[in-house]
């Protein structure tokens, strides 16, 4: 039985993943760092609204240093508990 709307926490973590296609949100070729900071601040949005983020590069055909230092790699130094935890994950992100 769910708990009645006045009952639940908000502070509760959610769990859910939040999948995001790089290929969909940015296209095949990830390159600058304006589009490597939106991403960053929608990851940011999602964990401080209680989700897991799942990122996939599927598709995606380039990543420069530059767009990956603006998104994950900018996660990855302000949010490490939350990569350790699984909290954020990337997958299909190869050296092409």
Known sequence: MPLPASRIDSTMPNFETV???L???IGPVCSTAY??????ALVESLLNQGFSVAL???GVKLVTPTFY???????QSTRSREFAQG?????DLYLL
Request: charged share 15%.
């Open 69 to 75: 230092t603006a998104s994950v790699g900018s996660l």
């Open 35 to 40: 589009d490597g900071k939106r991403v960053n």
């Open 56 to 58: 996939d590069f599927q």
């Open 87 to 91: 909290l954020i994950t990337v997958s």
């Open 19 to 21: 999948h995001l296609s």
């Open 23 to 25: 290929l969909v949100l």
